[in-house]
T-cell receptor, first 111, second 113 residues
Framework: DQQVKQNSPSLSVQEGRISILNCDYT??????FLWYKKYPAEGPTFLIS?????DKNEDGRFTVFLNKSAKHLSLHIVPSQPGDSAVYFC??????????FGKGTRLHILP | NAGVTQTPKFQVLKTGQSMTLQCAQD?????MYWYRQDPGMGLRLIYY???????DKGEVPNGYNVSRLNKREFSLRLESAAPSQTSVYFC????????????FGPGTRLTVL
């Protein structure tokens, strides 16, 4: 049973617009959430994280929002740039337990 | 700093053959991990090592063995490869626990015929 769900396999966004990637989770005990970004033929790289004590974390063009009651988090990229075209993995963990990754969303930034 | 390195980059095996995937990190990290990535499946943890000399099973350990040779190196062995083990394998490391930022290697693309 999937504990971390990314229901959109792909997303296309115009350059300069906002990209919103969504992630849902089922385990209410998850207390730490991460986003990783992956380019083809490379390993994933850490992008941004958020603890369950916060509802928002911002790093430059990237903002992650957490809605604990809805068990939902989202990654906002503003403005979207061509280099943002990649696969984005949402991940979650409980305490010091292993990280559970979602299946990923492929983001295409259109010129 | 090379970060996390993996060898080989590509490998083709026949069913029943064995091989070892090598991973090394130069960041003095304590924890190391092996994941596999399959189409539409995300990243799934195979094995984990919190420190030299310790290893723990992850989500999908069957058919694999690991060895934490020293602090830098963490190898993954397939004793008798099966087509279901066709995948891209990533090694990662982190300073401490899982929630510390994990740094990934470039991956090994393995095909088992």
């Amino acid at each position: 049973d999937q504990q971390v769900k990314q229901n959109s396999p792909s997303l296309s966004v115009q350059e300069g617009r906002i990209s919103i990637l969504n992630c849902d989770y089922t385990n209410s005990m998850f207390d730490y959430f991460l986003w990783y970004k992956k380019y083809p033929a490379e390993g994933p790289t850490f992008l941004i994280s958020i603890s369950s004590i916060k509802d928002k974390n911002e790093d430059g063009r990237f903002t992650v929002f957490l809605n604990k009651s809805a068990k939902h988090l989202s990654l906002h990229i503003v403005p979207s740039q061509p280099g943002d075209s990649a696969v984005y993995f949402c991940a979650a963990s409980q305490g010091d337990d292993k990280i559970i990754f979602g299946k990923g969303t492929r983001l295409h930034i259109l010129p | 700093n090379a970060g996390v390195t993996q060898t080989p980059k590509f490998q083709v095996l026949k069913t029943g053959q064995s091989m070892t995937l090598q991973c090394a990190q130069d960041m003095n990290h304590n924890s190391m991990y092996w994941y596999r990535q399959d189409p539409g499946m995300g990243l799934r943890l195979i094995y984990y090592s919190a420190s030299e000399g310790t290893t723990d099973k992850g989500e999908v350990p069957n058919g694999y063995n690991v060895s934490r040779l020293n602090k830098r190196e963490f190898s993954l062995r397939l004793e008798s490869a099966a087509p279901s083990q066709t995948s891209v394998y990533f090694c990662a490391s982190s300073a401490g626990y899982y929630t510390d930022t994990q740094y990934f290697g470039p991956g090994t693309r393995l095909t088992v015929l």
